[in-house]
């Protein structure tokens, strides 16, 4: 199992893979707007997807 997490700056990256351990955590199922707006594992990896509508539901979600 992989999470998000997001560091001191609000930017969000991937855990490793987590086995045992697993923190309590939140899914965050519900889509807010157009599918092209929503931020993808891809976005994540690479690193984009900041411009998103969906960036800022994970934002405010994390907060």
């Given at each position: 199992?992989?999470?998000?997490?997001?560091?001191?700056?609000?930017?969000?990256?991937?855990?490793?893979?987590l086995y045992d351990n697993i923190p309590r955590y939140t899914i965050l199922s519900h889509t807010w707007?157009?599918?092209?707006?929503?931020?993808?594992?891809?976005?994540?990896?690479?690193?984009?997807?900041?411009?998103?509508?969906?960036?800022?539901?994970?934002?405010?979600?994390?907060?």
């Amino acid at each position: 199992m992989r999470l998000l997490q997001s560091n001191d700056g609000g930017e969000f990256s991937l855990t490793k893979d987590l086995y045992d351990n697993i923190p309590r955590y939140t899914i965050l199922s519900h889509t807010w707007g157009a599918d092209t707006e929503e931020v993808s594992f891809r976005d994540l990896i690479n690193g984009t997807g900041k411009d998103k509508a969906g960036y800022n539901k994970i934002r405010f979600c994390g907060e």
